[in-house]
């Protein structure tokens, strides 16, 4: 009986980190998207464009994808990823700052959802993209404040991979594995090590 539950505890575990494989791959594209959404309002830069478009409508189209990212990464449908329950049992050490972030998050999910849902993967009718689009624009502290913290966070947990996480690459590793075999595609390592899910050289360098 000890050794069946000692079993199911190690098989849980396993299928967390190859959910958090998932995690790592769309935490990165959000975190490409804030960084150029930070670039494009403080630096002043943007591309040459026919339009005649400056920084700030770029930086407003960035948003709207960024803003709808978030909104995977707490979909608590029965498929869904709710990376906060995933953080819990990954980083229980750090629960109390997980906790704090999701408080500050959760009052807001009704909102990132609806602007998901109603302008950023969809376009709704009029009146339903219009009314979402208006709840998301302009100035909100508190939706700003929790988007900032949920950042935070995500870069935070990413430095604690190697103490805490020491079954993380060598799972990640098999699942590409599995990934490779099952569905007779190829996965580019090169790719994995760029984004620091397997391992290279100068990984602590950039997250230490």
Known sequence: MLRCNVDRVQRLRKDDLKRYVIYRMKSLELLHFYLLLFDLNDSGRYPD???GHDGRMFASSMRTVAISWLATFVDQSRDGMNVFDLWRRLFPK????????????????????????????HADTPLR???????????N?????AMDSFMKLEIALYKYEDEELPDFVSTAEELLLDVELQLNINIDREWF??????????????FG
């Open 49 to 51: 464009n026919i339009l």
């Open 94 to 121: 750090h629960k109390d700052e997980i906790d704090r972030v999701w408080a500050q998050l959760e009052p807001q999910l009704d909102v990132i959802k609806n602007f998901r849902d109603r302008v950023g993967f």
């Open 141 to 145: 502290p508190e939706l700003q404040a």
């Open 129 to 139: 993209y219009f009314a979402a689009r208006d709840k998301i624009r302009g100035k």
């Open 193 to 206: 090590k760029r984004a620091l899910i397997l391992r290279r050289e100068n990984y602590k360098g950039v």
